[in-house]
């Protein structure tokens, strides 16, 4: 069911759910101030409490309000990078509820991009959303994607196809001398164009990357997976044969549970499926998810992906 801003504003302030556009993936948002509201997310998605949530701010001194330390590296990124893909975590302050950061002390909060999602922050004040699927799955970038989830039950506002179509860079910022920072979740910004940053204001910092994931949105191993098996090849396969023969063995290793998760392996090798991306990684990252669902419609036994030469490392 798509709804316009109007439908979309009284919907949330009277504790209920709205499918939301960003710049990266469609969120489904909450009022933070309504528990009601919260876990409704969380029995929508199917998502386990113990995976914390986004904030969308409609400005700096928005997030300021949801934190008990804003230093001077979170002014520095935040005036850099939003409104925008990058999502900070630092120390919550004790109003925001345990709800939105499963129990952690610290809460991420970003500043989205779209202007029909910024017009709706600012009607409605800040917003937990995470993305607009079911649990583990793929991401939504359209709002028929967000319906087609849900089976129309989920109000979407609409706001067309997401312009980044992946989700946001996550960064831990630690109050510590020098401060440290670490990326939890990768995404459009780069570790390099942050550290950039900083050096460039001239604020001290160290970079630490063996940091636990559990404190940020979106760690699971099985997160973001798509409905059918999807495998990366490093090279182009030399014919149909000699692919099902290497999957077969792949599949043959993969464990029957990842994260307490069951993997459906797939039962026939017959009906395989190419991904196809643009070159460009920035068009690649928008259309990934839209293309992953059209490829799935086609009920294939495993969708491939060939991996471009480019971006095979080894070390």
Not at 13 to 33: C, F, K, N, Q
Not at 145 to 152: D, K, P, Q, R, T
Not at 166 to 179: A, D, F, G, M, Y
Not at 255 to 271: A, T
């Amino acid at each position: 069911m798509q709804v316009n801003l109007q439908k979309a504003v009284l919907i949330l302030r009277e504790d209920g759910v709205v499918g939301i556009p960003t710049e990266t993936v469609y969120g489904l948002a909450a009022r933070i101030d309504s528990e009601s509201a919260l876990r409704q997310i969380f029995a929508t998605k199917e998502r386990p409490f113990f995976d914390p949530l986004i904030v969308h701010v409609s400005s700096l001194e928005q997030a300021r309000g949801l934190v008990s330390w804003w230093p001077e590296v979170a002014t520095v990124l935040a005036q850099r990078f939003w409104p925008g893909p990058l999502t900070l975590v630092l120390p919550k302050a004790e109003q925001v509820n345990p709800l939105i950061t499963s129990g952690l002390p610290t809460v991420a909060l970003r500043q989205p991009r779209h202007p029909l999602t910024q017009q709706l922050l600012e009607k409605v004040g800040p917003l937990a959303a995470p993305s607009a699927n079911k649990f583990g799955r793929v991401s939504p970038t359209r709002p028929e994607h967000v319906e087609g989830e849900f089976s129309g039950q989920v109000a979407v506002l609409d706001g067309g196809s997401c312009e980044v179509g992946i989700e946001s860079t996550v960064l831990l910022v630690k109050n510590s001398n020098p401060v440290q920072i670490s990326i939890l979740r990768e995404g459009q910004i780069l570790l390099s164009e942050i550290e950039k940053e900083m050096t460039e204001a001239k604020l001290p910092f160290t970079t630490v990357a063996a940091v636990s994931r559990a404190e940020s949105p979106g760690h699971f191993r099985h997160h973001y997976m798509p409905s059918v098996p999807l495998v990366l090849c490093e090279r182009i396969p030399r014919c149909q044969e000699h692919l099902q023969v290497a999957l077969a063995e792949k599949i043959s290793q993969i464990p029957e549970q990842v994260e307490g998760v069951r993997v459906r392996k797939p039962s026939s090798l017959q009906n395989l499926r190419e991904l196809v991306l643009a070159t460009d990684p920035v068009l690649a990252a928008r259309e990934l998810y839209q293309r992953l669902r059209e490829v799935a419609e086609t009920s294939p036994d495993v969708i491939y992906f060939v991996v471009p030469s480019c971006c095979i490392f080894r070390s």
